[in-house]
């Protein structure tokens, strides 16, 4: 970002131009400057600024029925039977009922434990139960009102920590814990409850079904992953590869919320094309994408740490809990990252971790950028900074002391040989907010008695913030090996050369940045690159779109296939490929390199034990937050955010910022006002009048400093970053929200009424001479 | 009933129930699906539409109180406005959206129409280009992509760009930055 300053931002004139770049990087826009480190132009911008782009709703086909989903109202029931209102003229429309399923009704995941629509039992509240399609939108709402679920309610199970059902549980430990505590002389403890977030893509889940001549389908849709819905419905539809194609529409905003959901939407979809033998649109509206679809899972993280009088961390315990709803969805390993990343950036000899995703009756949770990481390692830093408060030592200066650098070891045995930037992106934020001057401005502000700013009467503290975090690039242990990932490129007989992957473009650059790297390892020009649409009937399986494994995993593989082309082209030519490939292709027709994945040299799991080398790399990033807070209402105004993020190696400046910058704004809405509310199993707040996301008044300055700590094992050296700004922001703002109260909120979201309890239970306590034990460092 | 009334400077005349929302008459009726829904109840500003100038959600708006007004979209506002045959490249555009282009402003894209006609009437306003002035502009537009921070620097980049070109021209005026 490049809008600076630090305080308040009451009529500041922008600054243009832009500041300076980040050293090395060239933010100027224009296809000239396309290589990796410059900025071309968004290859997709003009289609979406002018309208023209086409989103799944904006697609036509002629002669298309609505489809719509009956889902129950109960949380837990027994389901006796759909009753079709015999009143009701049921020629003119088609109802799908779980019977109608040729295959398994299962939406293939992990575990085959959900339907694709309920029978015997209903588990969550909003869960899909039938299907109707009607040729115009009023005769189907009618239809729909004829639908009646005869069910026999259960007594449903709500609180994870009562739940009896576990879908999956690590243990993993290194050291000796207890040894550990013995050693300590100062025990920290802390349980911290985060809740569900919906990621809130602006476009909703959409998929149009299209049947087949073959019998097949092919569905069009807003989606992450077009093979796992391919998987889906060939499993559940019963048809060979060629009779399911899925083909990504333009997708507006995905942040893992279109990575497993569009698989059971694109079956219903297609079970109601094959029952009506007509395409079916099921566009979602808001209110049902936020009833029905997947949130952040809820975590109770309970962590304990040891340090000794010298003051080195010498023991973690840790124990998570994440709420996986009704059914397992990606639960097991948004739970391992989750458990993996929960002991935060810091060497420590003793850390025992133990983890469990279990069963609630609520909607399913599944990915959300971050993927369990968030949870835990907001955990992990309010650790630190309550530590460094019973120290009385700079939370920035604790950090450097205990912050990994290279040759140190991780929980799970892996050693960090190379590309670890936690001191870097943790000085380089530093020394950017001017953390320790603005630290010590705020601590004699709050010195001042009756301080008072602005002309109203209300009392606003100051505070800032520090947090620090790690995110492993790329697949949990040996998951991008199982992936089998392939990325392909094609030099046509026409001359034309065309990436082919299943990396999806959903705003983060894919179609961006996929042709830069090409350009470059071919030596041409990136207009000569073309990138082929998210077709599974024309691109190979590159893995879904998800895990900040785009850049560096399916991007090293369209090096590698680059790579390879070049060679083969300059072979036959005996001259450089840029000059000589138009005239190769006339003579030799098309020539075609599909490049599959390798596993990193040196990189071992070993799943059974959960011990090596959990990520191949990780990336390191730092969060620094001001804010204000309204101390007689508790209302938080976040002010700025310096974040500095090491991705191992910039492709595109302008799109890695605006990763950072929008992951950042995720964070802090994560910190401050996203909360879902239920009763019984169901979200109170299903529309977007009552699940608030911030506004543009509402999100603070973001200044982005990207630091470049590169992997040996991808070609470029890239890692991730996608989601490693979402790690970090929300402890940052927490932090900055003690400073300016003297609280520590546990919970997310810091909302105005936990301030405010926290300050009147600060105050009694204060009085009562009885400090909880959460906050041992006592009042300021 | 029947209504008439232009889109970007086209007279348009449909005959439609009067409550048929805005959004729909221009997305199903006319064909143009650049405007966006994404919450059909006001709170988020993807069906952002300009009425006489002005900004509204054209999800909240009834067909019938359109009669006799003017309805701009983001398909009138490229000089040249792309079909099939002639897909849209870097130098069709606007003033405002070159800037989006140049800034990173647009990411997944599905918020830009909306915020490109905020965006419209905020350089039409003549208000300096503040920070806080833009994000005000930009309030009833949630963006979940960017952050907001390169949509403001879009925004800023285009009222200078607008400026300079209007002093060129030797009319100093509304779009001058303080």
């Known amino acids: ?780 | 009933m029947t209504v008439r009334f232009t889109v970007n400077d086209e007279p348009v005349e449909v005959n439609l129930p009067g409550v048929r929302r805005l959004l729909d008459v221009l997305r199903e009726d006319l064909g143009l699906t650049g405007t966006k829904e994404g919450c059909g109840e006001g709170e988020c500003g993807a069906c952002t539409v300009l009425l006489d100038g002005a900004v509204v959600d054209s999800c909240l708006v009834p067909i019938s109180q359109v009669g006799g007004h003017a309805v701009r979209t983001v398909e009138g506002l490229a000089p040249r406005q792309p079909d099939r045959d002639h897909p849209a490249g870097p130098d069709d555009l606007n003033v405002l959206q070159r800037a989006f282009l140049e800034t990173g402003g647009a990411q997944c894209g599905i918020c830009t129409p909306g915020m490109l006609m905020a965006g419209e009437a905020f350089l039409a306003s003549g208000l300096p280009a503040t920070d806080e002035a833009i994000r005000e502009a930009i309030a009833g537009n949630l963006c979940r992509c960017t952050g907001y921070t390169k949509i403001i620097e879009a925004i800023a980049l285009a009222a200078s760009r607008q400026a300079a070109t209007r002093q060129e021209a030797g009319r100093p005026g509304a779009g001058e930055r303080s």
Not at chain 1, 43 to 61: I, S
Not at chain 1, 608 to 620: L, V
């Open chain 1, 1 to 780: 970002m490049t809008i600076r300053g630090t305080l308040g931002r009451a009529a500041a004139p922008v600054i243009l131009p832009p500041d300076a770049p980040t050293p090395g990087l060239d933010r100027t826009p224009g296809l000239d400057r396309a290589p990796p480190g410059r900025s071309p132009l968004r290859r997709e911008g003009p289609a979406k600024l002018t309208g023209t782009a086409l989103y799944t709703d904006d697609l036509v086909f002629p002669g298309a029925w609505y489809g719509h989903t009956i889902r129950s109202t109960e949380a837990r029931a027994r389901l006796l039977g759909v009753e079709l209102d015999p009143a009701f003229d049921w020629s003119r429309v088609v109802v799908v009922t779980a019977a109608d399923i040729p295959g398994p009704n299962i939406v293939n995941l992990i575990q085959d434990d959900q339907p694709i629509l309920a029978f015997g039992e209903i588990r969550h509240h909003a869960e899909p139960v039938a299907l109707v399609a009607a040729p115009d939108r009023a005769l189907l709402r009618e239809a729909a009102a004829h639908v009646t679920l005869r069910t026999e309610p259960l007594v449903p199970v709500l609180d994870p920590l009562a739940s009896g059902q576990v879908f999956a549980h690590y243990e993993l430990s290194t050291g000796d814990v207890a040894a550990g505590f013995a050693e300590a002389s100062l025990v920290i403890e802390g349980e911290y409850r985060v809740g569900h977030q919906e990621q809130l893509y602006i476009e909703n889940n959409a998929m149009i079904a299209v049947p087949r001549d073959d019998g097949g389908v092919t569905v069009h849709g807003s989606l992450q992953c077009p093979y796992y819905v391919h998987k889906a419905l060939r499993r559940s539809l019963l048809l060979t590869d060629a009779q399911a194609q899925v083909i990504q529409a333009e997708t507006g905003g995905g942040f893992g919320g279109k990575e497993e959901y569009p698989s059971i939407l694109a079956l219903h979809a297609a079970l109601l094309a094959r029952a009506c033998e007509r395409p079916v649109r099921m566009i979602y509206d808001r209110h049902e994408d936020l009833a029905a679809t997947t949130k952040r899972h809820p975590a109770i993280v309970t962590y304990r740490s040891g340090v000794s009088a010298d003051g080195r961390l010498v023991a973690q315990d840790i124990e998570i809990v994440m709420d996986a709803g009704a059914y397992c969805t990606l639960s097991p390993v948004v739970l391992s990252r989750g458990t993996l990343h929960s002991g935060g950036p810091y060497a420590c000899p003793n850390v025992r971790i133990r983890s469990r995703a279990v069963a609630t009756n609520t909607p399913p949770n599944g990915a959300f950028r971050g993927f369990g990481a968030p949870q835990t390692e907001f955990a992990a830093e309010m650790q630190v900074n309550r530590i460094a408060e019973a120290l009385a030592v700079s939370p920035l200066e604790l950090r450097r002391r205990w912050l990994y650098r290279p040759g140190d070891t991780t929980p799970t045995g892996q050693v960090l040989r190379e590309s670890v930037a936690a001191e870097e992106v943790l000085d380089r934020a530093a020394e950017a907010a001017e953390f320790e001057r603005v630290r010590a401005r705020t601590a004699a502000a709050r010195t001042e008695p009756g301080h008072v700013t602005g002309h109203s009467t209300h009392r606003i503290g100051h505070g800032i913030g520090l947090a620090l975090a790690w995110h492993g690039a790329g697949f949990t242990g040996s998951g991008e090996v199982h992936l089998a990932s392939v990325a392909s490129v094609e030099l046509t007989a026409d001359g034309r050369i065309v990436i082919l992957t299943g990396s999806t473009e959903m705003g983060q650059g894919t179609k961006t940045i996929f042709p830069q790297l090409a350009a470059e390892a071919l030596g041409v020009p990136i207009e000569a690159v073309d990138f082929a649409p998210q077709d599974t009937a024309l691109v190979p399986d590159s893995g879904p779109t998800v895990a900040s494994r785009t850049a560096m995993v399916v991007g090293g593989l369209v090096i590698g296939a680059c790579r390879r082309l070049r060679a083969v082209v300059e072979e036959r030519s005996g001259g450089p490929f840029a000059g000589t490939y138009p005239a190769d292709a006339r003579a030799h027709g098309p020539t075609r390199i599909d490049e599959h994945f390798e596993p990193y040299p040196g990189v071992e799991f070993d799943d059974t034990t959960y011990r090596g080398d959990a990520y191949p790399a990780f990336g390191w990033a730092s969060a620094i937050a001001e804010v204000d807070v309204d101390l007689d209402t508790g209302e938080v105004a976040v002010r700025s955010v310096v974040a500095a993020d090491d991705v191992g190696r910039v492709i595109h400046p302008v799109l890695a910022e605006g990763q950072v910058e929008g992951g950042t704004l995720q964070a802090v809405g994560y910190a401050t006002i996203e909360e879902v509310k239920l009763h019984d199993g169901r979200y109170l707040n299903d529309r977007l009048a009552t699940y608030l996301i911030p506004t543009a008044l509402d999100a603070p300055r973001i200044e982005t400093i990207l630091v470049e700590a590169p992997f040996s094992g991808a070609p470029h050296g890239a890692k991730g970053i996608g989601e490693l700004p979402m790690d970090v922001a929300a402890p940052a703002v927490v932090a900055a929200i003690h400073d300016a109260t003297g609280v520590w909120i546990h919970d997310l979201p810091a909302s105005p009424e936990r301030i405010l309890a926290a300050m009147s239970a600060k105050t009694a306590g204060k009085t009562a001479g009885d400090a909880s034990a959460g906050d041992k460092a006592g009042p300021r």
